[in-house]
C-alpha cells in the first residue's frame, strides 16, 4: 500500500504539496552546478587505495515502524512508551534484552521479540563480546538545517520537501538532499564518481543494485550495475544457464545477433555498442560467478526466504571483489512491505524475523569469507511511523531508527539521542507521535562516507549539506559507531 499521506493540516499541507522553504526549492539548479563543479574539481583528489571496502544498503522500503523494534526497557521509559502506543506496546517481559556496552548512552533496551538474530549481533555473536557486530542509530531522519520543533510549527527553517509523503522520503534518503535536485543523483553514486576511477580497475561498475534500478547509486558520471539473486542478467545460455532450446533462449539469441551488428547511422551504431559492453560486463561477472566455491559459506540460510538468499549472492559478489577489480563497492538491496497502516502487530512480526534471520546468516557467511572488518551493512526506511495507534497500525511519520553491522562497527551501542515518546514532547511535532529527528541522515552517511573512503574535500559533493551539521575536518566522528582504528 503506497499512501502518500495521512490528513495532512492546513501547514502539514503545504509541506507535502513542496510549497514551503521556496528558497531552497528556488535554488535546486544552482546546488547541481555547483555539484558539478565540485565534481570536475575534486574527483581526482582521491588517492588509490590498497584495501577493499564495501557499502551495503538495505532499503525497507515503506516506512518501518521502528520503534516497535528498539523499545525502552526501564520502568519509566517503558510506561511512558506504553501510554503512548496503546494497544500496540509490547509488554516488557517480552522484549530481548540488550547489554550496551560502555560506549553507549547508558539507558536500558529491548529489541522485538521476533528479533533474536539482532538481538545476537548486538550483544557479540555465539556470546562472545568481542564480536560485537549490532549498533543502532536512534531518531534519524531527513534534515535540510538542524530544526526544532517551534521552528517546524512556525514554518521558519527550510524543511524538507513532501514530509510524510513514501516517494519522496525514499528519494531523500537515497539523495540525502531534502531540498530536492533538478538533476537525480544519490549520495551512493555520488561517492562512486569521486572513489571509482582512483580506486578501482577493469570495466566493472562499483555500484551493484539486486533491487533493480535505484536512486542511491545513481552518479554524475557513474552508473549501476543490476544482477538477480541468481546473478547476472544475460542474453546467453552459458551465462544465464538455460538449455540451448529453451524460447527465451532462443529469443536472447537473435537480440544478441542483432547487437553484434555494425550500422551505419551513428545512433544504432552507439546504441548497439553501449548494449553490447553492458552484455559483455554481464556475461563476464556471471562467468565469475558461477565458478564461486559454495563450500566457503557454510553458514545455513533460512528456508524460503527471499531476502537470504538475496544477501547470500551479496556475500557472494563481496567475495568477487578482486577478480571484479573493485576496492570499493557499494551494493543496494530493496524489502519492501513495512507500510503498515493496520495489522501491524502480527504482520511486522512476521517481517521482523524473516528480516532478522537473513541479516544474522548474510554477517556470519561475511565472518566465514574472512571480509567482516571491511563491510558495513546499513539500513534505511522511508521514515518513521506515528506513536499513537489509528486502531489496528500506524501512520507516517518522520524520525525512525536504524540498524548498522559489520566488524568496522563499535556493536552492542546505541547511538544517537533517543527521542522522548511522551504524546506532544518536545520531539513530537504533531499528529499522535511523529518524532522530530534528532540526527540528521546527512551525519549518518558521513560516518559511513568517511569510512569508506571519501575525503574531507569531498564530502560537500557526496553530501551538500553535511556543514549545516558536521565539520567535515573533524578529528571526531558525527555519531561514533564506527570504532576509531577503522577511520582515523
Known sequence: MMTTHNNPGPLS??????????????????????????????????????DRRTLVCLFLQGGCDSFNM??????????????????????????????????????????????????????????????????????????????TKAQYLADSVPLPRALFSHSDQIDQWQTSVPQGLAQLSGWGGRAADVLHSASNTGQSSMSISLSGNNLF?????????????????????????????????????AHRSLIEQH??????????????????????????????????????????????ATLRTVAKTIALRAQLGLRRQTIFVGYGGWDHHGELLNTQAGMLAYLDAALLAFQKSLEELGVQNDVIT??????????????????????????????????????GTFPDLTLESGDDVGFGGRMLP????????????????????????????????????????????????TWA
Not at 450 to 477: E, K, Q
Request: proline share 6%.
Open 70 to 147: 528498539l523499545v525502552p526497557r526501564d520502568a519509566t521509559r517503558h510506561a511512558t512508551y506504553s501510554i503512548s502506543r496503546g494497544n500496540l506496546a509490547l509488554p516488557l517481559a517480552n522484549l530481548r534484552t540488550l547489554n550496551q556496552d560502555a560506549g553507549g548512552d547508558g539507558q536500558l533496551y529491548g529489541l522485538h521479540p521476533s528479533c533474536t538474530g539482532f538481538q545476537e549481533l548486538f550483544n557479540g555473536l555465539g556470546g562472545d563480546t568481542a564480536k560485537r557486530r549490532l549498533s543502532i542509530v536512534t531518531n534519524a531522519g531527513t534534515l535540510i538545517q538542524p530544526t
Open 378 to 415: 546499513f539500513t534505511c526506511s522511508d521514515f518513521g511511523r506515528t506513536l499513537r495507534t489509528n486502531g489496528r497500525g500506524t501512520d507516517h511519520a518522520w524520525g525512525g531508527n536504524a540498524l548498522v553491522l559489520g566488524g568496522p562497527v563499535q556493536g552492542g551501542r546505541i547511538v
Open 438 to 485: 534528532s540526527t540528521s541522515v546527512d551525519k549518518f552517511f558521513a560516518e559511513l562516507i568517511r569510512w569508506f573512503g571519501v575525503a574531507p574535500a569531498n564530502m560537500s559533493y557526496v553530501l551538500p549539506n553535511i556543514a549545516n551539521f558536521y565539520d567535515v575536518n573533524s578529528a571526531t566522528l558525527p555519531i561514533g559507531f564506527l570504532r576509531p582504528d
Open 13 to 50: 499541507r503545504r509541506r507535502f504539496l513542496g510549497q514551503a522553504s521556496c528558497a531552497a526549492i528556488s535554488s535546486v539548479p544552482l546546488l547541481n552546478t555547483i555539484l558539478n563543479l565540485k565534481l570536475a574539481n575534486h574527483a581526482a583528489a582521491e588517492g588509490p587505495f590498497t
Open 263 to 308: 550500422y551505419a547511422n551513428l545512433m544504432q551504431e552507439s546504441f548497439s555498442q553501449l548494449t553490447k559492453g553492458s552484455l559483455d560486463l554481464q556475461e563476464y561477472f556471471q562467468g565469475l560467478f558461477n565458478t564461486f566455491n559454495e563450500s566457503l559459506i557454510q553458514t545455513p540460510y533460512p528456508a524460503n526466504n527471499y531476502l537470504g
Open 217 to 253: 547509486q545513481v552518479g554524475n558520471s557513474t552508473q549501476q550495475f543490476v544482477i538477480t539473486p541468481g546473478g547476472a542478467l544475460s542474453f546467453t545460455a552459458a551465462a544465464g544457464g538455460q538449455p540451448t532450446n529453451n524460447p527465451l533462449t532462443v529469443k536472447n539469441a
